[in-house]
């Protein structure tokens, strides 16, 4: 079975420093991994997938990833937090058929000015 | 593209009545997922469509719970009758084939 664990339920930084959002998934076949944040009231919003290619993936606002199989880990990261970057961010593995999502439990990103 | 239109935004209703929820996919999308997001429970997916079909609705709750997709391009999902531990922001996603799910904006219902 396939299942993702976002190792931190809470993560804070200071504006203008690195950000890294942990997760680590259990897969029995190679999966489609995705970041998606979400805003207060707001809905889910991609930040950027991984299918198999290019194991560091780049997303939007400056965020990327990278896939590492060996540790079978797949962190988010971004070099210079920003006040916008606050928000709840899901990682999310794939069923083997691709078509159902598995969220982790998210991590809430807090930026301090 | 508008995206993912989900109505009402907001709702909020009396123990025992019935609830629908509405969902317009993404043009052209042939997969449409439920989902419900609740802070105890997160993000669980109650069911989603295939071409107007359901294919899993294993995470639906309970029989007060439905869904329908009559075409492709609008979806409900009805709670009768509804109770207090429904409340909950509902999302509606649509993808193309098995790729990247779109999300809408989320139906909060309140139920008192």
Avoid at chain 1, 35 to 63: D, E, R
Avoid at chain 1, 87 to 112: D, H, K, R, W
Avoid at chain 2, 29 to 49: A, P, V
Wanted: charged share 15%; net charge negative.
């Amino acid at each position: 079975a396939q299942s993702v664990t976002q190792l931190d339920s809470h993560v804070s930084v200071s504006e203008g420093t690195p950000v890294l959002l942990r997760c680590n998934y259990s897969s029995s076949y190679s999966p489609s991994l995705f970041w998606y944040v979400q805003h207060p009231n707001k809905g889910l919003q991609l930040l950027l997938k991984y299918t198999s290619a290019a194991t560091l993936v780049k997303g939007i606002n400056g965020f990327e990833a990278e896939f590492k199989k060996s540790e079978t880990s797949f962190h988010l990261t971004k070099p210079s937090a920003h006040m916008s970057d606050a928000a709840e961010y899901f990682c999310v593995v794939t069923s083997v058929t691709g078509n159902q999502f598995y969220f982790g439990t998210g991590t809430s990103l807090t930026v301090i000015p | 593209d508008a995206g993912v239109i989900q109505s009402p935004r907001h709702e909020v209703t009396e123990m025992g009545q019935e609830v629908t929820l509405r969902c317009k996919p993404i043009s052209g999308h042939d997969y449409l997922f439920w989902y419900r997001q609740t802070m105890m429970r997160g993000l669980e997916l109650l069911i989603y469509f295939n071409n107007n079909v359901p294919i899993d609705d294993s995470g639906m709750p309970e029989d007060r719970f439905s869904a329908k997709m009559p075409n492709a391009s609008f979806s409900t999902l009805k709670i009768q009758p509804s109770e207090p531990r429904d409340s909950a922001v509902y999302f509606c996603a649509s993808s193309l084939f098995t790729d990247t799910q779109y999300f809408g904006p989320g139906t909060r219902l309140t139920v008192l």
